[in-house]
């Protein structure tokens, strides 16, 4: 098995910044794509940010300029740094990652449990 465990969020104010981290664990041979979804009261899942293994990034239109996604495949993590941050950006983030458990086994998406960003004054 495989576990995402997301940390960092909390309550900011309008134009503040969090910085979001997500570990995995557990059966793990190779993570390939990573990345960041949020979910807003009454919204479906939306993506945020991804990054490969070798480190390309993608990033929703409004994220960009403001979101930073990195990893460090050293230790099976990924981040997201928030700037600038609105209220609108106000969801439950969760982490994302493609894991593959063996060397020929097949990838496997999993997901974190969620952590909440506030953004209000």
């Known amino acids: 098995q495989v576990q995402l465990v997301e940390s960092g969020g909390g309550l900011v104010q309008p134009g503040g910044s969090l910085r979001l981290s997500c570990a995995a664990s557990?059966?793990?041979?190779?993570?390939?794509?990573m990345g960041w979804y949020r979910q807003a009261p009454g919204k479906q899942r939306e993506l945020v940010a991804t990054?490969?293994?070798?480190?390309?990034?993608d990033y929703a239109d409004s994220a960009k300029g403001r979101f930073t996604i990195s990893r460090d495949n050293g230790k099976n993590m990924v981040y997201l740094q928030m700037n600038s941050l609105k209220p609108e950006d106000t969801a439950v983030f969760y982490c994302?990652?493609?894991?593959?458990?063996?060397?020929?086994?097949?990838?496997?998406?999993?997901w974190g449990q969620g952590t909440q960003v506030t953004v209000s004054s």
């Open positions: 994302n990652a493609a894991v593959r458990s063996t060397a020929w086994g097949r990838w496997i998406n999993y």
């Open positions: 990054i490969s293994f070798g480190g390309s990034t």
């Open positions: 557990g059966s793990i041979f190779s993570i390939n794509d």
